[in-house]
């Protein structure tokens, strides 16, 4: 358990350092060369969060959709969503990232109520890319290192070229 925390706040704290010096009026820029945007991308790590990290491990959480329109976070930020479109209806960076906070916060107190047999147990809510619910932790900061990736792409080309 203390692996799968470890491994979710390296995650965590690599996606902030690598967003701090993004100025805010770039969240939006989306370059040709990656096609994605700062604010899609924290977005959509929010969202697969929820759903790895909260909904799979303990079932929907009433904290996070009182803060959250979970059905607007998917048509904003879900796999097949486009960064470009409902711009003007999409979350600003200082509500996104209040939210990214808030999303691990509910993720640690869920570990702290997991035991490690409940591990193998099925996700509490069906999951597109896991059956159980150590793979949907353990998925959680992979997925969350691949879009660490693409933000590391995308900060270069804003910082570099825009």
């Given amino acids: 358990m203390k692996t799968i925390k470890n491994q979710i706040l390296l995650a965590k704290e690599?996606?902030?350092k690598l967003?701090?010096?993004?100025p805010v009026e770039k969240w939006f820029v989306t370059?040709?060369?990656?096609?994605?945007?700062l604010n899609w991308q924290i977005g959509h790590i929010i969202l697969a969060n929820y759903l790895h990290?909260?909904?799979?491990?303990s079932g929907a959480?009433?904290?996070?959709?009182?803060?959250?329109?979970?059905?607007?976070?998917i048509k904003f930020y879900g796999p097949k969503s486009?960064?470009?479109?409902?711009?003007?209806?999409?979350p600003s960076s200082e509500e996104l990232l209040e939210i990214y906070d808030l999303t691990f916060v509910l993720i640690l107190k869920g570990l702290k109520n997991l035991r490690a047999k409940d591990l193998q147990k099925e996700t509490a809510v069906p999951n597109p890319a896991?059956?159980?619910?150590?793979?949907?932790?353990?998925?959680?900061?992979?997925?969350?290192?691949?879009?660490?990736g693409q933000i590391a792409m995308l900060k270069r080309v804003l910082t570099t070229y825009q």
């Fill in 14 to 16: 690599k996606t902030l």
């Fill in 61 to 73: 959480n009433e904290e996070f959709k009182n803060k959250v329109n979970v059905v607007d976070y």
């Fill in 19 to 22: 967003i701090t010096d993004i």
């Fill in 130 to 148: 896991v059956k159980i619910k150590y793979d949907a932790l353990l998925w959680l900061s992979q997925h969350q290192s691949w879009h660490n």
């Fill in 53 to 57: 990290g909260i909904a799979s491990i």
């Fill in 82 to 90: 486009n960064p470009n479109n409902f711009k003007s209806e999409k």
């Fill in 31 to 37: 370059p040709n060369v990656i096609e994605s945007n």
